[in-house]
């Protein structure tokens, strides 16, 4: 799958011995033109780095964490998550002249993401991407274009400068809206009020052609917002499962026997590499998919809410038939009502679901979650495709959320909130740890640290001191003059930011491209810290 992003010049290499087979017998006039194509064929193959396919195919496989599922396995035998990264690296390795990312981010891990980042920031040609993970847009874009109200607007600079200049734009064209509204109303009463009298006739008609050539300032639409909010149904016991020496897997096992119990009241992710097993075994634990070997025991009174990843087969059903297939018992107005908390307009509602976004089928399914009594919650990977308002109002309703949680998801802040306890599943078992995501990193950055002492070779502890006490001595004075240019650089942008309250259209946009360029600085200065 991979080399089928180099086809047009494989073409090339078929053509090229083909040529070769063709020269043994051809006359003399032949031979010179085929050796004149040959030529040909070879500089554009020795131009597009044709010898290094292979090279560059390991190298975006390794980046993306492909290499260890070998790369001639069968691409219908991967999870969701590694069919992704298969596109994503196909992608990469054809350099097209614009780059085309939709939400490039989801299933992959943080060091993908990194590796991601670097490859963008590096890359010589133009890409449009999509994407919820704010940090990850922060981090590589320079541009945003926003599209509100059938209108796409242009902005420079990262999210967070876009977020700040549009905050302010609103708040003048909403000023400039109740300015106008207050003149059109004025006007309106005086030419109501005057257009029947001769004397004042022609003051009315003067005010009228006013009103009819005015560019009337139009507010976009506010977007529904969700409100999400699970019910807590009555209290399980102490023990909501427990497995015994569970082998998870389809064909072959993708696990050594996994023995662990989940508690009442915990929240636990569930991290590891893509093809892993996560969904297989939330699967497993939900007798969903039958094991290899071993067995799950689950506790008593489960009340279960499942979000799947992935919902396969195409949905012909509309939104309201959808929900109606759940809750028979509901009226259409319940229906509506429970769908539009979701955060989806008239028109999703009545839409079939298969025509929606990834984000709005992902709001119908949750709509199921929270219209229906739960103790126990299993998600895998409920942000993907959500905005960021939406994503957050999940994160919020789920810290309220009373109930226990086994959560599976690449999306590293929002575990990090949420989960109490991580559970890495790797092949050979599972590993517990207490905390959040970045106690976990933390954990496991101080073992590869561990890990790289023990293989390193001994050094003199005197010399070596000596050494550090020097390092530390520049790096502080690095520190310190870093800090100094960047409380510069910040109060120079808070200037320039005061003024942009009330400034004329020209002062503003010299401001933004001032506070632009100072944002760019400043970034640079605390990648340096």
């Given at each position: 799958?991979?080399?089928?992003?180099?086809?047009?010049?494989?073409?090339?290499?078929q053509?090229?011995?083909?040529?070769?087979?063709?020269?043994g017998?051809?006359?003399?006039?032949?031979?010179?033109?085929?050796?004149?194509?040959?030529?040909t064929?070879?500089?554009?193959?020795?131009l597009?780095?044709?010898?290094?396919i292979?090279?560059?195919?390991?190298?975006?496989?390794?980046?993306?964490?492909?290499?260890?599922?070998?790369?001639?396995?069968?691409?219908?035998?991967?999870?969701?998550?590694?069919?992704?990264?298969?596109?994503?690296?196909?992608?990469?390795?054809?350099?097209?002249?614009?780059?085309?990312?939709?939400?490039?981010?989801?299933?992959?891990?943080?060091?993908?993401?990194?590796?991601?980042?670097?490859?963008?920031?590096?890359?010589?040609?133009?890409?449009?991407?999509?994407?919820?993970?704010?940090?990850?847009?922060?981090?590589?874009v320079?541009?945003?274009y926003?599209?509100?109200?059938?209108?796409?607007?242009?902005?420079?600079?990262?999210y967070?400068?876009?977020?700040?200049?549009?905050?302010?734009k609103?708040?003048?064209?909403?000023?400039?809206?109740?300015?106008?509204?207050?003149?059109?109303?004025?006007?309106?009463d005086?030419?109501?009020?005057?257009?029947a009298?001769v004397?004042?006739?022609?003051?009315?008609?003067?005010?009228?052609?006013?009103?009819?050539?005015?560019?009337?300032?139009e507010?976009?639409?506010?977007?529904?917002?969700?409100?999400?909010?699970?019910?807590?149904?009555?209290?399980p016991?102490?023990?909501?499962?427990?497995?015994?020496?569970?082998?998870i897997?389809?064909?072959?096992?993708?696990?050594k026997?996994?023995?662990?119990?989940?508690?009442?009241?915990?929240?636990?992710?569930?991290?590891?590499?893509?093809?892993?097993g996560?969904?297989?075994?939330?699967?497993?634990?939900?007798?969903?998919?039958?094991?290899?070997?071993?067995?799950?025991?689950?506790?008593?009174?489960?009340?279960?809410?499942?979000?799947?990843?992935?919902?396969?087969?195409?949905?012909?059903?509309?939104?309201?038939?959808?929900?109606?297939?759940?809750?028979?018992?509901?009226?259409?107005?319940?229906?509506?009502?429970?769908?539009?908390k979701c955060?989806?307009?008239?028109k999703?509602?009545?839409?079939?679901?298969?025509?929606?976004?990834?984000?709005?089928?992902?709001?119908?399914?949750?709509?199921?979650?929270l219209n229906?009594?739960?103790?126990?919650?299993?998600?895998?990977?409920?942000?993907?495709?959500?905005?960021?308002?939406?994503?957050?109002?999940?994160?919020?309703?789920l810290?309220?959320?009373?109930g226990?949680?086994?959560?599976?998801?690449?999306?590293?802040?929002?575990?990090?909130?949420?989960?109490?306890?991580?559970?890495?599943?790797?092949?050979?078992?599972?590993?517990n740890?207490?905390?959040?995501?970045?106690?976990?990193?933390?954990?496991r950055?101080?073992?590869?640290?561990?890990?790289?002492?023990?293989?390193?070779?001994?050094?003199?502890?005197?010399?070596?001191?000596?050494e550090?006490?020097?390092?530390?001595?520049?790096?502080?004075?690095?520190?310190k003059?870093?800090?100094?240019?960047?409380?510069?650089?910040?109060?120079?942008?808070?200037?320039?930011?005061?003024e942009?309250?009330?400034?004329?259209?020209?002062?503003?946009?010299?401001?933004?491209?001032?506070?632009?360029?100072?944002?760019?600085?400043?970034?640079?200065?605390?990648?340096?810290?």
């Amino acid at each position: 799958a991979l080399k089928s992003a180099f086809d047009p010049l494989l073409q090339k290499e078929q053509r090229m011995n083909e040529i070769c087979d063709m020269l043994g017998t051809a006359d003399e006039e032949e031979m010179n033109a085929l050796m004149e194509e040959l030529g040909t064929i070879q500089d554009e193959l020795t131009l597009h780095d044709f010898y290094a396919i292979d090279a560059k195919v390991e190298e975006v496989a390794r980046a993306l964490g492909l290499l260890d599922l070998g790369l001639d396995r069968d691409v219908t035998d991967l999870s969701g998550g590694q069919r992704t990264k298969v596109l994503l690296a196909k992608l990469l390795l054809e350099k097209p002249d614009i780059l085309l990312l939709d939400e490039p981010t989801n299933y992959l891990d943080e060091e993908h993401i990194a590796w991601l980042k670097r490859y963008l920031l590096e890359y010589e040609n133009a890409f449009i991407l999509i994407s919820h993970d704010i940090p990850f847009l922060n981090s590589v874009v320079n541009i945003i274009y926003h599209m509100e109200n059938q209108e796409l607007n242009r902005y420079v600079g990262d999210y967070d400068h876009f977020q700040e200049v549009y905050a302010v734009k609103k708040a003048q064209l909403e000023a400039a809206y109740r300015k106008q509204q207050q003149e059109i109303s004025e006007l309106k009463d005086f030419v109501a009020r005057n257009k029947a009298r001769v004397s004042t006739r022609n003051m009315a008609m003067s005010r009228q052609k006013k009103l009819d050539k005015m560019d009337v300032i139009e507010l976009a639409a506010e977007k529904p917002k969700p409100e999400f909010k699970f019910r807590y149904g009555r209290t399980p016991g102490k023990m909501l499962f427990e497995t015994h020496d569970l082998v998870i897997g389809y064909d072959e096992p993708l696990s050594k026997p996994l023995n662990f119990t989940m508690e009442r009241g915990q929240k636990i992710a569930l991290v590891g590499t893509n093809g892993i097993g996560k969904t297989t075994l939330l699967r497993s634990l939900l007798g969903l998919i039958k094991p290899l070997s071993g067995s799950v025991e689950q506790g008593e009174n489960l009340e279960i809410g499942y979000f799947e990843q992935e919902v396969k087969g195409e949905n012909r059903n509309s939104c309201i038939e959808e929900l109606w297939q759940e809750f028979p018992s509901y009226t259409q107005y319940q229906v509506r009502s429970a769908l539009a908390k979701c955060g989806l307009t008239t028109k999703h509602i009545e839409s079939q679901v298969r025509v929606l976004s990834g984000g709005e089928q992902a709001k119908v399914r949750l709509c199921k979650l929270l219209n229906r009594d739960t103790n126990f919650l299993l998600l895998d990977e409920p942000t993907n495709h959500l905005d960021a308002f939406s994503r957050e109002e999940l994160e919020n309703t789920l810290l309220n959320y009373s109930g226990t949680m086994l959560i599976v998801s690449h999306d590293r802040y929002f575990i990090n909130k949420l989960a109490t306890r991580i559970v890495e599943l790797t092949p050979n078992g599972c590993n517990n740890f207490l905390g959040n995501y970045d106690d976990y990193s933390e954990h496991r950055y101080v073992s590869e640290v561990k890990k790289e002492e023990k293989q390193k070779p001994k050094v003199n502890d005197y010399k070596l001191k000596k050494e550090r006490q020097s390092n530390l001595r520049k790096l502080n004075t690095l520190l310190k003059r870093l800090e100094e240019e960047i409380d510069e650089t910040e109060n120079e942008i808070g200037k320039y930011e005061s003024e942009l309250s009330g400034a004329e259209y020209e002062k503003l946009m010299e401001y933004t491209s001032k506070i632009d360029e100072l944002s760019k600085k400043r970034d640079v200065l605390y990648e340096k810290w």
